[in-house]
T-cell receptor
Framework: DADVTQTPRNRITKTGKRIMLECSQTKGHDRMYWYRQDPGLGLRLIYYSFDVKDINKGEISDGYSVSRQAQAKFSLSLESAIPNQTALYFC??????????????FGPGTRLTVL | GQNIDQPTEMTATEGAIVQINCTYQTSGFNGLFWYQQHAGEAPTFLSYNVLDGLEEKGRFSSFLSRSKGYSYLLLKELQMKDSASYLCACDTGRRALTFGSGTRLQVQP
């Protein structure tokens, strides 16, 4: 069973629609992240959360919002989708306390297309 | 600011050795990660360097020089399945990793 899951895996939507991407993890990690990946630009951080009450903006948070419903769940919303939000979105977790590094464990990704 | 540079693309031959370089300039540095990512898939962890020197793990090795802001990933006995993107990422102590743009490696027969 996958430790980090994302739904949906693929989504096509239209400009102006509200979209929610969901992430769940069974690793028991406190830290969760949302990244987007565009060709040639690598992974860029959108939002991150170190616990249910801790939400922080990343480098490209404009146009996005998040919700940490529980330790295991972290959702990303696009309130009004636009075409340049077409990208591959990854959720990740880490457990800095028990490991000696900030290794990120990634979900399988959600491919989002905004028409 | 944070700046991480790695070559965009590299090509190598099956059975050969390839070195993928990464240079970084970051405000704060705790360690450096290398991830492998096949097209359309999630990145997977390869290595983590904190101290200067070479870390060897099977066919893959990773080197770090903190004073030079430099790392490389060395892949030996290349296989076709090694065709993938290789991501360099710095733990800057700012609560999340900063990734380079990735190096796409193509292994040819």
């Amino acid at each position: 069973d996958a430790d980090v899951t994302q739904t949906p895996r693929n989504r096509i939507t239209k400009t102006g629609k509200r979209i929610m991407l969901e992430c769940s993890q069974t690793k028991g990690h406190d830290r969760m992240y949302w990244y987007r990946q565009d060709p040639g630009l690598g992974l860029r951080l959108i939002y991150y959360s170190f616990d249910v009450k801790d939400i922080n903006k990343g480098e490209i948070s404009d146009g996005y919002s998040v919700s940490r419903q529980a330790q295991a769940k972290f959702s990303l919303s696009l309130e009004s989708a636009i075409p340049n939000q077409t990208a591959l979105y990854f959720c990740a977790t880490s457990d800095f306390v028990d490991s000696k590094s900030n290794e990120q464990f990634f979900g399988p990704g959600t491919r989002l297309t905004v028409l | 600011g944070q700046n991480i540079d790695q070559p965009t693309e590299m090509t190598a031959t099956e059975g050969a050795i390839v070195q993928i370089n990464c240079t970084y300039q970051t405000s704060g540095f705790n360690g450096l990660f290398w991830y492998q990512q096949h097209a359309g898939e999630a990145p997977t962890f390869l290595s983590y360097n904190v101290l200067d020197g070479l870390e060897e793990k099977g066919r893959f090795s990773s080197f770090l020089s903190r004073s030079k802001g430099y790392s490389y990933l060395l892949l030996k006995e290349l296989q076709m399945k090694d065709s993938a993107s290789y991501l360099c990422a710095c733990d800057t102590g700012r609560r999340a990793l900063t990734f380079g743009s990735g190096t796409r490696l193509q292994v040819q027969p």
